[in-house]
């Protein structure tokens, strides 16, 4: 059974929907049928790269002082640490996700796509690191086990630019107006963070479901 999760790399709490998901499917007995598919989607598609981090540049764009975003982000960062991650804000570099999502896809060809989704999650967060800087990129793909010069082709030309356009896509013809976005089977979806209990639950109904088609076939 099919799970597609529409995230994108700089939205914190689609790293956190993600460990919740990840959470739900440790304790399900059937998790060796379920595969999940990550989509692409962008908060800010006209996002440039900033040297802002950003505390800073939520604080410029929203005219907001930086200790008031601080205090903003601090509910998420607790979210964030019970579901044991470890997320910085003040060091996450403001840059454009769209070159992330493209080596998403080419991850996806290597069967390594929810690992890269992870160390970009965490390169962004914990580590502070630009996301769009192809060195960086290349970096992660290397640790990810994919072919360095299939990632370099990839990132020096316009390779999955069409199927991260045509994720962003889809998602807003299912409705996808903000992400993390989970569609469980093509038949239930939940949006947001989320309670794990939630994500244990539908698991288990559209499973049952699935399974029930798979069976009568």
Known sequence: MKIEVWS????????????????ALSSFENKDQIEVVWKSYQLDPQIEDSSLNAIDYLSLRKGIPSNKVLEMMAGVRQMA???????????????NSFDAHRLSHLASKFAVQNE??????????KEGK??????TLLALADKAGIDHKEAEDVLNSDLYASAVEDDIREGNALGVRGVPFFVFNRTYAISGAQDAQVFENTLKRSFEEWNEKVITK
Request: aromatic share 10%; glycine share 4%; proline share 4%.
């Open 116 to 125: 890269m989704e992870e160390l970009l999650f965490e390169t962004y967060f």
């Open 81 to 95: 640490s019970s579901e044991g991650l470890i997320m910085h804000p003040e060091k996450a570099i403001v840059a």
């Open 8 to 23: 994108d790399v700089a939205c914190p709490f689609c790293y956190i929907g993600k460990k919740k998901l990840e959470s």
């Open 130 to 135: 630009n996301i769009s800087d192809k060195k």
